[in-house]
């Protein structure tokens, strides 16, 4: 997977090149490359905004500067061509791997097109679904807007390279969408078969079946005089599975009750969120 980022601080995305996502780079499943937005301003001051039409505070990002950008992006041309790929913050030796699953088609648009992700907190809220089916696309660019935003043509026109998603990463407001790729960015990216050792491990992930998941344990089993819950001792399969469910279906009621609707749930799942 390509991933792309233009940014006004383009340092604020270094975080990529760490932990999972830096391994992902070293096996060449993926690879980055962050851009500096001031690369596409033309005039002398290599200003990127603007006062809103229509009075009020703070700035808007400009199209001049923006439509360029997205432009050489897509199609790595201009100073995009130039730009350097972020390496693993810890190179090691590792053979390059290859994944080649490509099933997903969109209706309406062409799956071709990269697609572009354009954080906002008037976005639509990104969820494990989205990031199900972004792990599956082979360029997504990340356009990170400051202030109050880039002027509202810029993401209309784009529609013409891309396929263009404005998403929010949650009901509050961040300063600009730099934080916000480093979140989507992992989400994705730990989704991608190679990246994560244990290929288990996020088919069992809070959300993939709607509910989220319950308490872990490990050694020891008696810890400042807390037990493990001796079910997990138990060496029985099905009743360990049947305790995790449960546990599941517990605890997303007291947290997170609006997220049972999505769930398919058995008459024994009701029954124990009816005695819980
Ligand atoms: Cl995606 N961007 C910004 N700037 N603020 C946010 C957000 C995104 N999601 C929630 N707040």
Redesign the pocket.
Known sequence: MRLDVLSIFPEYLDPLRHALLGRAIEKDILSVGVHDLRQWASDVHRSVDDSPYGGGPGMVMKPEVWGPALDDVADGTGPAARAEDLASANPHLLRPQHDDSDTETQAEEDSDLPLLIV???A?KPFTQADAQSWAKEHHIVFAC?RYEGIDQRVVEDAAQRYRVRE???????????EV?VLVIAEAIVRLIPGVLGNRRSHEEDSFSDGLLEGPSYTKPRVWRELEVPPVLLSGNHAIVERWRRDQALLRTQAVRPELLAGVELTPQDQSVLDRG
């Open positions: 954080p906002t907190p976005g807007g998403v929010s990463i949650g009901d509050y407001v961040l300063i600009g969408g916000a």
